[in-house]
């Protein structure tokens, strides 16, 4: 624990960052208060996640990763550099960043890797695939097993390899119903939230 520096700045648990003994922190490295670190990961340096997260078993954050508050991060993932992760985003078990479009095991490619973007609220299905370079939109949705080799929209479903947008979801995560192809407003059906769609983008309309 000797290399974990709290970050108390933003969190709601009041409690300790929890680093389980098989994991490894590396010197230096910021871990938010709240956050829980479970069996057999390994967190490199100058890496910064934040408040309340989870992290599961056998996860990897490569060096200057940074992780924003709230994150749910399930076993096997590997976070690799240049990945910047929002808060309140979801990576489901066994999904996969990547940093190099084209790696060779003899060219060293370390002043190529590309930035990934993921928004705050999004989720990523287990054993996806997100190709570097992307921004995965806010609340957006990406299916179990898909390959993202582009950006996806805010509050976006996209499924398939590669992956395309099949839907669009709000913010509770429950899927908007649009009725025709031309509507363009629809409000959810569970929490009553409102969106508008123009141009294969959805906005949250503002309420009043």
């Avoid at 992780?67 to 996969?96: A, H, L, R, W």
């Avoid at 999004?122 to 921004?135: E, P």
Wanted: a positive charge.
């Amino acid at each position: 624990m000797n290399a974990v520096t709290l970050d108390r700045a933003s969190h709601t648990s009041f409690q300790p960052a929890y680093v389980h003994p098989s994991s490894y922190i590396d010197e230096p490295c910021q871990i938010g208060a709240g956050t829980k670190i479970w069996h057999f990961c390994h967190i490199m340096q100058n890496c910064r996640i934040g408040c309340d997260c989870n992290l599961g078993q056998n996860v990897v954050v490569s060096p200057g990763v940074s992780i924003g508050n709230n994150v749910k991060i399930q076993n096997n993932v590997s976070i690799y550099t240049g990945c910047i992760i929002e808060d309140d985003v979801f990576c489901g078990p066994s999904m996969v960043f990547t940093n190099v479009i084209n790696p060779r095991s003899h060219v060293p490619r370390k002043n190529e890797y590309k930035q990934t973007l993921v928004r705050r609220g999004a989720s990523l299905g287990a054993n996806c695939t997100v190709i570097c370079g992307v921004t995965i939109g806010q609340y957006a949705m990406v299916g179990a097993g898909s390959v993202v080799t582009r950006d996806v929209p805010d509050y976006a479903i996209v499924t398939g390899n590669p992956a395309r947008v099949r839907g669009w979801m709000c913010v509770c995560g429950i899927k908007l119903q649009f009725a025709t192809a031309v509507q363009i407003e629809q409000a959810c059906s569970a929490c009553g939230k409102k969106y508008l769609r123009a141009n294969n983008q959805i906005v949250l309309k503002e309420q009043n």
